[in-house]
């Protein structure tokens, strides 16, 4: 069984940095589509990058130029980054790990319709989310 467990959460100013890791255990998570989603308390869960085995990524256009998202399965490694550069107040969520997502575009997700990402088998992992908050 799959699990996912994320850190490098944490509080910054506006413009600041921060650089989430996530760690894959259970399965071999080279082949699957991986991606970071975000959610703000009262707001659906929605996607912020993904990216697929082949490196080919996906970002939502809020986070375009901000945000970098990359993979390192080599030699059994299964990690997961997301790179938050100009961080904004908006940017202020709870940030899940994602894997074996059944798109691997954003836009495609999106279009499944509203709330789609948590119904079943559209993401079939996720981590317990890493709170990421940013002040102005």
């Known amino acids: 069984q799959?699990?996912?467990?994320?850190?490098?959460?944490?509080?910054?100013?506006?413009?600041?940095?921060?650089?989430?890791?996530?760690?894959?255990?259970g399965?071999?998570?080279?082949?699957?589509?991986?991606?970071?989603?975000?959610?703000?308390?009262?707001?659906?869960?929605?996607?912020?990058?993904?990216?697929?085995?082949?490196?080919?990524t996906s970002y939502a256009d809020s986070v375009k130029g901000r945000f970098t998202i990359s993979r390192n399965n080599a030699n059994d490694n299964n990690i997961l980054y997301l790179q938050m550069d100009s961080l904004k107040p908006e940017d202020t969520a709870m940030y899940y790990c994602a894997s074996s997502i059944a798109r691997c575009r954003l836009?495609?997700?999106?279009?499944?319709?509203?709330?789609?990402?948590?119904?079943?088998?559209?993401?079939?992992?996720?981590?317990?989310g890493t709170q990421v908050t940013v002040s102005s």
């Open 107 to 128: 836009s495609d997700l999106r279009a499944l319709g509203i709330g789609a990402v948590t119904r079943p088998g559209i993401v079939n992992y996720w981590g317990q």
């Open 2 to 25: 799959g699990h996912l467990e994320e850190s490098g959460g944490g509080s910054v100013q506006t413009g600041g940095s921060l650089r989430l890791s996530c760690s894959g255990s």
């Open 27 to 56: 399965l071999t998570y080279g082949s699957y589509c991986m991606g970071w989603f975000r959610q703000a308390p009262g707001l659906e869960r929605e996607g912020v990058a993904l990216i697929d085995a082949g490196g080919t």
